[in-house]
């Protein structure tokens, strides 16, 4: 059995301009590897490669090099893509259709014969919270929310193994979303490995195990989420700090912030708080608190993004 869902190797997508012959690396050699049955997030600024990466993996586009396997199988060969389901970004499902109507279709597409689709098409709509009006109400007056929901169902009829979901809270409130969320969380309980691209870094945080940063078509950076975002620093706020201590701590200090008479200090080690607060308790100053600081994903993804592409790795 393989181990990998997915696995990319020096993946590349150049366009080329018909009329300016200019060249745009939209994917520029990516390598990744997803586990089974992991959640995994493809992370990136708008235009960074995210949904050219998703169609290459599922062979919506061609590579202009490089390989995509999914499963242990090259995802061009049609057989490699049946584990997978699909919520694309943008989806536009035929408005005529009734959310119904949109399933018993895509359900038919992938090969469910009509006992298979019946009994399915209930659960999963209710699986994803579409109540019953919904069911039958064309896809034309259904809310943005709605349509992810319906989506998602689309994306799951014939029970994959392997979820792609390009921005799959898009439009979504934040009730819908924790919803959607929970949906994910009980597919992956069950093994299913889910892949997805999302701007709400927040989620992904809360719901990716792995994550990979890519800016500009390359990887930026990779590693799991937990290891991404711990052990950022400790923080230590005093109150009544003289001036000389004050600026003798700041010297040391990641960064600092004076607010109403109250110092707080970020030290990037134990040793530099332990340091600072046998320094405050010497001059009699007190202690409000001394706490560990995680940084939090749209932390590393800020500074990812805003400083040069280096290719860190954290594992
Ligand atoms: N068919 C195409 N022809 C030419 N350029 C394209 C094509 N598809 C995408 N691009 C370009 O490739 C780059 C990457 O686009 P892509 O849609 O993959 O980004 P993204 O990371 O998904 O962005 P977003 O977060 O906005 O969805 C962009 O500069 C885009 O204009
Ligand atoms: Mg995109």
Redo the contacts with the bound molecule.
């Keep these: 059995m393989d181990e990998y869902a997915i696995e990319t190797e020096g993946l590349t997508k150049v ?1 080329r301009s018909r009329w300016s012959k200019r060249e ?1 690396k ?2 520029d050699d990516i390598s990744i590897r997803v586990p089974r049955g992991t959640t995994f997030g493809l992370l ?10 998703v169609k290459m993996l599922l062979s919506c586009t061609h590579p202009t090099s490089g390989r995509a396997k999914v499963f242990g199988r090259d995802s061009q060969e049609p057989e490699a893509r049946r584990p997978i389901g699909y919520l694309p ?1 943008n989806h536009r499902f035929p408005t005529y259709m009734t959310g119904w109507g949109m399933l018993e279709f895509y359900g038919a597409l992938s090969g469910m014969d009509s006992a298979s689709r019946r009994r399915r098409i209930p659960e999963l709509l209710n699986l994803v919270g579409l109540d019953e009006r919904a069911h039958h109400l064309r896809l034309g007056k259904y809310s943005k929310g709605m349509l992810q929901r319906v989506g998602l169902a689309q994306a799951l009829i014939h029970s994959p193994r392997l979820l792609v979901l390009d ?1 799959p809270s898009d439009g979504v409130d934040p009730v819908g979303r924790k919803h959607i969320r929970d949906v994910l969380n009980g597919l992956e309980r069950e093994g299913v490995t889910i892949f997805l ?1 999302s ?1 709400l870094l927040a989620e992904v945080e809360l719901f990716c195990r792995e994550v990979v940063i890519i800016q500009k ?1 390359k990887m930026a950076l990779s590693g799991t989420v937990a290891s991404l975002t711990s052990g950022s620093g400790y923080k230590v706020e005093a109150l009544g700090v003289p001036e000389s201590l004050e600026t003798e701590l700041r010297s040391r200090a990641r960064s600092f912030r004076s607010v109403e008479g109250t110092l707080e200090l970020l030290f990037a080690s134990r040793e530099e708080a332990n340091w600072a607060v046998d320094r405050l308790r010497a001059s009699h100053c007190e202690l409000e608190s001394l706490a560990r600081t995680r940084s939090t994903l749209e932390d590393v993804f800020m500074k990812t993004v805003d400083g040069p592409i280096s290719g860190v790795t954290a594992q």
Excluded: M, Q
């Excluded at 990136?44 to 990466?53: E, S, V, Y």
């Design positions: 366009f745009l939209a994917v990136g600024p708008n235009g960074a490669g995210k949904t050219t990466f970004e921005e691209n701007h078509g």
